[in-house]
């Protein structure tokens, strides 16, 4: 079964640290993942997939299919960062998309 | 465009009364989901329409209704409300549900309280 799994609930680290948001799926066959933001008050939007490799806002994530991971990165925290962060398995034919749980982010001053 | 649409923003309910939560696309997207967020639990999927005239449940169907009205429309109905229907619900869309690679569009929530 297809599923997503984002261990932290919270993440808190202070500006100018670097930041990694953990995603890791269990998926038969090759995925593609995304990772959705939403900034407080506002709607969830698309950060980034994994298929177009591009960098948005500082973010990067790999694929790691031996680990089985998508991590989101950053190498300097900004305060503009602190959001909800949620890692994204979307459908295989009739299957469901697949959301984690979401991890919030606080950048700390 | 304005893109995907949800009235109404706010809503307090008593135990037992019923409400229709509306949503609108004007991207032509195929697909159109109803979500609820709420903490700790995050994103999960109540109904969800592949397609004009198909609706599916999701992970968390118990106690609500769909419609797909139309290509554009899709509106969740709350029959007859319960405090665990307290959350935030979101509309989203997106092209085609069949080929994974699409990105979906959110609404801005529907901030829903039942006493």
């Known amino acids: 079964a297809q599923r997503v799994t984002q261990p932290e609930k919270l993440l808190s680290v202070f500006k100018g640290a670097p930041v990694e948001l953990k995603c890791n799926y269990s998926?038969?066959?090759?995925?593609?993942l995304f990772w959705y933001v939403q900034y407080s008050r506002q709607r969830l939007q698309l950060l980034l997939r994994?298929?177009s490799r591009e960098s948005i806002k500082g973010f990067t994530a790999d694929l790691n299919k031996g680990e089985t991971s998508f991590h989101l990165k950053k190498p300097f925290a900004q305060e503009e960062d602190s959001a909800m962060y949620y890692c994204?398995?979307?459908?295989?034919?009739?299957?469901?998309?697949?959301f984690g749980k979401g991890t919030r982010l606080h950048i700390l001053p | 465009n304005a893109g995907v649409t949800q009235t109404p923003k706010f809503q307090v309910l008593k135990t037992g009364q019923s409400m229709t939560l509306q949503c609108a696309q004007d991207?032509?997207?195929?697909?159109m989901y109803w979500y609820r967020q709420d903490p700790g639990m995050g994103l999960r999927l109540i109904y969800y329409?592949?397609?004009?005239?198909?609706?599916d449940k999701g992970e968390v169907p118990n106690g609500y209704n769909v419609s797909r009205l139309n290509k554009r429309e899709f509106s969740l109905r709350l029959e007859s409300a319960a405090p665990s229907q307290t959350s935030v619900y979101f509309c989203?869309?997106?092209?085609?549900?069949?080929?994974?690679?699409?990105?979906?569009?959110f609404g801005p929530g529907t901030r829903l309280t039942v006493l």
């Open positions: 989203a869309s997106s092209e085609d549900w069949a080929s994974g690679y699409n990105e979906q569009f």
């Open positions: 998926y038969s066959g090759s995925p593609e």
């Open positions: 994994h298929i």
């Open positions: 994204a398995l979307p459908p295989l034919r009739d299957d469901k998309i697949i």
């Open positions: 991207m032509n997207h195929n697909s």
């Open positions: 329409s592949a397609s004009e005239g198909t609706t």
